[in-house]
């Protein structure tokens, strides 16, 4: 056995083989891998699984015959809606800011009301 071998990243033992190797097999080269991601990973899925919660309630809230709807914070909130989050924001030419969870959005209106719509081209 060579002493000077490098080590697995993984693992840490002795490489054999190529002298570019880093890792002994698949299974330490996507063990490695996945620790890599995981820290940031686990962050961005569960902001993304809140975005896709968000999504579903503002589905549910308005009905595919129509094109806007009207619920109360109260009701967002009870069925488990996060305001902190949502992936983006349209500003209409009158000033408006919609905050959008992919292709559903809200406008807050007075009394803490909020007007939902579906993205839609014309925007």
Same mark, same amino acid.
């Given at each position: 056995?060579? #002493?000077?071998? &490098?080590?697995?990243?993984?693992?840490?033992?002795?490489?054999?083989?190529?002298?570019?190797?880093?890792?002994?097999?698949?299974?330490?080269?996507?063990?490695?891998?996945?620790?890599?991601?995981?820290?940031?990973?686990?962050?961005?899925?569960? #902001?993304?699984?809140?975005?896709?919660?968000?999504?579903?309630?503002?589905?549910?809230?308005?009905?595919?015959?129509?094109?806007?709807?009207?619920?109360?914070? /109260? &009701?967002?909130?009870?069925?488990?809606?996060?305001?902190?989050?949502?992936?983006?924001?349209?500003?209409?030419?009158?000033?408006?800011?919609?905050? !959008?969870?992919?292709?559903?959005? !809200?406008?807050?209106?007075?009394?803490?009301?909020?007007?939902?719509?579906?993205?839609? /081209?014309? /925007?």
């Amino acid at each position: 056995m060579n #002493i000077d071998a &490098k080590p697995c990243m993984s693992c840490g033992k002795p490489l054999r083989g190529r002298s570019d190797k880093k890792f002994c097999d698949d299974y330490c080269r996507n063990n490695y891998n996945n620790q890599l991601k995981s820290a940031d990973g686990k962050l961005v899925r569960n #902001i993304n699984n809140v975005l896709r919660k968000n999504r579903n309630i503002l589905k549910a809230v308005l009905p595919d015959t129509e094109d806007t709807a009207k619920a109360n914070k /109260e &009701k967002l909130a009870n069925k488990g809606f996060s305001f902190k989050y949502f992936t983006h924001q349209y500003q209409t030419k009158k000033g408006n800011i919609y905050c !959008y969870c992919y292709d559903y959005g !809200y406008l807050p209106l007075d009394n803490d009301w909020f007007l939902i719509v579906r993205y839609s /081209e014309k /925007e």
